[in-house]
């Protein structure tokens, strides 16, 4: 090791990878290591992967691939890789990746923290840096590990677990630390939050998570993702209705709007029972809503492929996120369905659900302009400050209006003037400088 030790740490895949890269960060500092902007500038190198898509692996395998040449240029280097990538079969990746110093499983922190201390000879305090997020403005705090549910095409469960919550009084504790360090949003992360609790005594479920959380004076705002429909329960929509913490923003991911390609995916829910769930939290007043969705499962054709694009001009989603489907091996459907949509047709689907949603989704934006929204601002971007509504929509706004302090962090109050299908533009309206 170096005086000064850096580490560069590489992230991909979904908001619970980012949540365990904001740990890790932590930690890392807490040892003493700053935060270098390349890998090449790097001591120590960390790979936080995903295996969710093919395309994802691929970018772990490619990367993977040119860290071989830095390691072997010397200079001391260690490398590290976390994330779903790494399954049980540890010693078959030790075989396939020698150049790779260590793996933890997604979550595994106590390994990684037992082997930095062998490496440096520090050990930070109970390895509380794990419990914490590196503080941000808008931070993400995991709530639980895992999923129970085995989706036929789903690599997660294999790769994470079955479900693990965190403990109410925990998940409290890593909040108010973060409140006290400057964070003012958080995001409640898990790949089913809303089935939180279930294994803990006395079954606390999200809802009354949110209720403690609610408490805390300093936090302004309270997020959650991502959501099974059959467990987004009345009582959860009530507690979003009535607390004004938690954020009218939800995502709920469909994946088909096709009930024989739901019961191969094994979702749980035909469509009307997905669209009775949406109307129930379309009560919520300004509630916006997200959804996942999959084009080309196996056997999908154009008939059920049309029942999807049917499903989004229905329900009229403020945004969504759509993938190509791709075997993942281990999985039901990759050992039993084949692959049979060809790649150019996957791809065209997916064509034809982003223009469908770019139109949707640019109609509703458009609906903001003039109105008043609420920013809170998280960072800068040139000369324009940018932020999230409650709704979750991205907001840019000039840095030089009222002669702007540092506005991050706080609440804003920002007019539209512009729209388009993914984020917003306008001016400020009300904002005291400190
Ligand atoms: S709910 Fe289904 S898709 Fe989501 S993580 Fe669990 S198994 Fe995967």
């Known amino acids: 090791m170096t005086a000064t030790p850096t580490f560069f740490l590489w992230t ?8 365990e890269s904001e740990r890790l960060t932590n930690h890392l500092k807490c040892l003493g290591f700053d935060e270098a902007a390349t890998a090449e500038e790097a001591n120590f190198i960390v790979l936080n992967t995903c295996v969710v898509r093919r395309s994802a692996e691929e970018r772990t395998l490619n990367k993977l691939a040119n860290l071989k040449g830095l390691k072997q240029a010397g200079a001391g280097r260690s490398i590290v890789v976390t994330g779903c990538f ?4 540890r010693e078959e990746l030790h075989r396939r990746f020698p150049h790779v110093d260590f793996f933890f499983g997604p979550g595994d922190f106590g390994d990684f923290a037992d082997w930095t201390t062998e490496l440096t000879g520090i050990r930070t305090a109970g390895d509380s840096s794990f419990l914490t997020a590196h503080p941000d403005v808008s931070s993400f705090v995991p709530i639980m590990q895992g999923c129970d549910n085995f989706c036929t095409y789903c690599i997660v469960p294999y790769r994470r677990g079955r479900e693990r919550s965190r403990p109410v009084k925990e998940v409290i504790c890593e909040v108010e630390r973060l409140v006290q360090r400057g964070t003012g949003e958080v995001t409640l992360v898990g790949q089913n939050v809303n089935s939180y609790g279930h294994d803990l005594p006395g079954n606390p479920a999200l809802s009354d998570l949110l209720l403690k959380l609610s408490e805390i004076d300093a936090l302004k705002r309270l997020r959650f993702l991502t959501n099974h429909p059959k467990d987004m329960s009345p009582r959860l929509i009530e507690t979003m209705a009535a607390l004004d913490k938690v954020c009218e923003h939800l995502n709920l991911p469909a994946q088909s709007g096709d009930d024989d390609i739901l019961r191969a995916m094994g979702r749980g829910y035909t469509v009307s029972q997905y669209s009775k769930v949406v109307e129930e939290i379309r009560r919520i007043p300004h509630v916006s809503l997200s959804t996942d969705i999959i084009v080309g499962f196996p056997g999908e054709t154009a008939g059920q492929f049309q029942n999807t694009l049917n499903l989004l001009s229905r329900t009229r989603f403020d945004a969504v ?25 996957k791809k065209r689907r997916l064509l034809e659900v982003e223009t469908v949603q770019e139109a949707i989704a640019g109609e509703i934006n458009r609906e903001l302009v003039g109105q008043d929204v609420e920013v809170l601002v998280e960072g800068r971007k040139k000369d324009k400050w940018e932020g999230r509504t409650r709704s979750n929509k991205l907001v840019f ?7 702007m302090g540092e506005p991050r ?10 729209a388009t299908a993914w984020s917003l533009q306008g001016k400020i309206v009300d904002y005291e400088p400190k």
Not at 321 to 345: C, F, I, N, Q, W
């Open 12 to 19: 991909i895949g979904c908001q619970m990878n980012k949540a």
């Open 397 to 403: 706004f000039p840095c030089n209006d009222h002669n």
């Open 321 to 345: 996120h759509a993938a190509a489907y791709s075997p993942r091996p281990g999985t039901v459907a990759s050992r039993t369905l084949k692959d049979d949509v060809p790649a150019g047709e």
């Open 409 to 418: 962090g706080e609440v804003v109050t920002v007019q539209i003037e512009k």
């Open 86 to 89: 790494v399954g049980p079969e």
